[in-house]
């Protein structure tokens, strides 16, 4: 399988978010993480919808919308309008979950639930065969470049195991404090997809810290059964 890397633009310059987002697609992104907060749901304020329109045109794969809002439902029909490809949201964020993952599926987006690292599996046991992606969250949402969280490497090994005995494929996807040193052993535990901010953003050459993050992945991903 083909690990995906997914740099988040959180780490980009904003000031030149069009030019950054071409640079990390030449570089081989295979998506581009747009992370929403809110100063509610995450003690941090980003970008919206706007922003996500205006970079659409810059946009040749996938634009990946992490959303840290609450509430979550008004906010789905718009990301789907700017061009998400996908949208992911926390359930303690959303008082219907459910209802929440069949808005984000009838605009057109595919759908994923965030969890964070203290946050239980309980809330995929119904919910797991409607998504396209679990999103694990390896640091407390809010900022870029905390550090990875470990204790998040078993749970990651638990959800594929939920996955692959689903049986459908479900992206499973990690983001916070992913770096060359570690994307090994995150996709080893099971992760299919790897958001990385500081560490793509922040590097001299971006091809080269992803096609280096990517080989590291490919040589730690186990073949799903
Ligand atoms: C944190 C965001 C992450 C963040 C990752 O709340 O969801 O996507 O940008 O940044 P790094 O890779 O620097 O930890
Ligand atoms: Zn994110």
């Not at 071409?22 to 993480?33: F, I």
């Not at 992490?66 to 949201?89: N, Q, T």
């Not at 979950?97 to 599926?105: K, Q």
């Not at 809010?142 to 470990?150: A, C, E, L, P, V």
Request: aromatic content about 6%; proline content about 6%; overall charge negative.
């Amino acid at each position: 399988m083909n690990p995906r890397i997914a740099p988040s633009l959180l780490s980009a310059d904003f000031a030149r978010l069009g030019d950054e987002a071409r640079a990390v697609q030449d570089a081989g992104a295979d998506l581009l993480h747009f992370d929403v907060m809110d100063n509610h749901y995450v003690p941090n304020l980003t970008v919206g919808p706007l922003v996500c329109a205006a970079l659409r045109p810059h946009a040749r794969v996938p634009i990946d919308v992490h959303l840290m809002v609450r509430p979550v439902d008004r906010l789905v029909a718009e990301f789907a309008k700017a061009g998400a490809a996908i949208i992911s949201f926390h359930p303690e964020a959303s008082d219907h979950v459910d209802r929440t993952i069949g808005l984000i599926r009838e605009q057109g987006c595919r759908a994923g639930l965030v969890l964070n690292p203290a946050t239980p599996l309980d809330c995929l046991d119904y919910t797991l065969d409607k998504l396209d992606l679990v999103l694990l969250m390896s640091v407390n949402p809010g900022f870029g470049g905390q550090s990875f969280i470990r204790s998040v490497l078993p749970k990651i090994a638990e959800v594929r195991r939920r996955i692959d005995r689903l049986g459908r494929d479900v992206w499973l996807e990690v983001d916070g404090g992913v770096k060359v040193d570690n994307i090994a052993e995150i996709a080893a535990a099971g992760a299919d997809t790897f958001v990385a901010g500081s560490a793509v953003f922040g590097s001299k050459d971006y091809a080269a810290t992803i096609a280096e993050m990517r080989r590291r992945a490919r040589a730690g991903l186990v073949p799903a059964s």
